[in-house]
């Protein structure tokens, strides 16, 4: 296992500078990371700074709170597409969620999977803010929606990612689609332990190497 190959390496401070971001990159290029993790304003930045690199560029939109209109989620997927990113990080709109809206919640990451093409769409849930059951409702209502992973959270909520959310979302989604924990995952141990469970990338602002 490599767990190089997994991370998304992130900065999604409000705090953080261009030079911050470019170091960013850096790092994550010598340390053969899957993508970094940025805000749209440097979706642009860090994709000249990884144009000769095999990291990818993975921007997050609706970030972090996901209760913004649908019209402006498209747009911010659309221009970080435009700007050169590879990968979306969508946050699902969690208090229409939470109404039971499901329908809506699907269609709206629907119609950004669509806005976006072949590139990737990660949804991230927020698991912090659902029980159980709401969580494999989340998992349902993702996989209904045709995005390509599910991601536990932002970083900004009450908690970051749990081995048991993460056992709860595989449960349910299997191989159908894809899983990334983030928040809280510190150090090797437990990045092989999300690995082990089966999650696909790991989303973390610290550099986490193979022992």
């Given at each position: 296992?490599?767990?190089?190959d997994y ?9 953080a ?6 170091q960013?990159?850096?790092d994550a290029?010598?340390h053969?990371f899957?993508?970094v993790?940025v805000?749209?304003?440097?979706t ?7 144009s000769?690199s095999?990291v990818?560029?993975a921007?997050?939109i609706g970030?972090?709170l996901?209760?913004m209109s649908?019209?402006?989620k ?11 990113a590879d990968?979306?990080?969508m946050?699902?709109n969690?208090?229409?969620f939470?109404?039971?809206?499901y ?15 072949m590139n990737?769409l ?7 803010y659902?029980?159980n ?11 209904n ?6 991601k536990?959270?932002t ?9 048991e ?9 299997g191989d159908k689609?894809?899983i ?11 990045a092989k ?16 190497l193979?022992?």
């Amino acid at each position: 296992m490599k767990i190089n190959d997994y991370i998304d390496y992130t900065l999604l401070a409000a705090t953080a500078t261009p030079s911050e971001i470019k170091q960013l990159c850096v790092d994550a290029n010598t340390h053969d990371f899957h993508a970094v993790c940025v805000n749209g304003h440097y979706t642009g930045l860090a994709s000249i700074a990884l144009s000769n690199s095999k990291v990818k560029v993975a921007s997050v939109i609706g970030f972090p709170l996901g209760a913004m209109s649908t019209k402006s989620k498209l747009y911010e997927a659309q221009q970080c597409i435009t700007d050169g990113a590879d990968e979306i990080d969508m946050v699902m709109n969690i208090g229409v969620f939470k109404s039971k809206d499901y329908k809506f919640v699907e269609n709206e990451i629907e119609m950004i999977k669509k806005a976006i093409g072949m590139n990737t769409l990660k949804v991230i849930v927020e698991t912090c803010y659902l029980n159980n059951e709401k969580l494999k409702t989340a998992c349902k209502v993702v996989m209904n929606s045709g995005a390509d992973f599910i991601k536990t959270s932002t970083g900004f909520g009450t908690a970051g990612a749990t081995l048991e959310d993460v056992t709860i979302m595989k449960n349910v989604v299997g191989d159908k689609l894809k899983i990334k924990a983030s928040g809280g995952i510190k150090n090797a141990d437990t990045a092989k332990k999300y690995i082990d469970l089966g999650v696909s990338r790991i989303g973390t602002s610290t550099i986490i190497l193979n022992d």
